[in-house]
């Protein structure tokens, strides 16, 4: 089969997901609660392959910072899932030292991690999380590129490893309803500013670019007051209005635009069902 296009990767995509084992539940980890927005488009693809494809009911979805070890710990002993990513490594530590202890505290579960790309600085960070995924009895790693996959192989041996395209391709098709892009004679230039950055990125080049417009990504974080700020005023302990004044500040009268595309999505969006059953 030949990927020339998103929707034949979809197709390579199920056919790797298709080697795992019948579930009608599962749990789902990993939610993103930063800034990256490929993850949250890999977060996105992976509920609705889960929902949609496999017909899955997630009973308990949640990050790092949000996670319960008593709630896991209520669910039966359904697969647990992570989210996949290009966090298997330990450029991000929080991240992997959370997974290694799920791994380790729930033997009694499947394990099965989306489409990763594996990446360690210190072998002996890699030594370690060899350790700790063997000694897994079921646990499945699927990789999204060739160098992770060899790695895997290579240092993962009691675990079963598959090849998968991004769970980010599961959107491929997806409709975007009455959402209709701008048609504009510019550029976008997309660099990250994190640890990820290559060395050898140049960022001057941009300069070069005709028609460039530079423009900061959209946060959705709040920052037009500190909780010391909140609580000198008696009018910001009025319930709601917090929330009120973030949504028109920040996500109305900042960019408009975005935030009634974000309404259309959160309520009206075809998939709007999937989504809550994902948090």
């Not at 670019?209 to 008696?234: A, H």
Request: glycine share 6%; proline share 4%; charged share 25%.
């Amino acid at each position: 089969m030949t990927i020339s296009t998103p929707k034949n990767v979809k197709e390579v995509l199920h056919n790797s997901l298709g080697q795992l084992d019948k579930f009608e539940e599962c749990i789902l980890l990993d939610n993103p609660d930063h800034y990256n927005i490929g993850d949250h488009l890999i977060w996105l693809g992976s509920v609705l392959f889960l929902t949609d494809t496999l017909k899955t009911k997630i009973k308990y979805a949640t990050g790092i910072n949000g996670f319960s070890d008593a709630s896991l710990k209520k669910m039966d002993k359904c697969p647990i899932i992570f989210n996949g990513g290009g966090a298997l490594g330990d450029l991000y530590e929080g991240f992997q030292n959370f997974r290694e202890s799920i791994i380790e505290n729930y033997r009694d579960r499947p394990i099965i991690l989306f489409p990763q790309t594996i990446y360690f600085r210190n072998p002996d960070n890699l030594k370690k999380a060899a350790k700790v995924f063997n000694s897994h009895p079921n646990l499945t790693l699927f990789t999204r590129d060739q160098v992770s996959y060899e790695i895997a192989l290579k240092n993962f041996g009691n675990c079963r490893v598959i090849k998968a395209p991004d769970m980010a391709f599961q959107m491929a098709g997806l409709s975007t309803d009455s959402i209709q892009p701008d048609q504009e004679d510019s550029s976008l230039y997309l660099c990250r500013k994190d640890q990820e950055l290559k060395a050898t990125s140049n960022l001057s080049l941009s300069s070069q670019i005709k028609n460039l417009v530079l423009e900061d990504w959209v946060s959705d974080r709040w920052t037009l007051r500190t909780t010391n700020q909140l609580s000198k005023g008696w009018y910001w302990r009025i319930p709601g209005l917090v929330r009120i004044v973030r949504e028109v500040y920040e996500r109305g009268l900042a960019t408009p635009k975005e935030w009634l595309s974000r309404q259309t999505w959160k309520y009206f969006h075809t998939n709007t069902a999937h989504f809550k059953t994902s948090h």
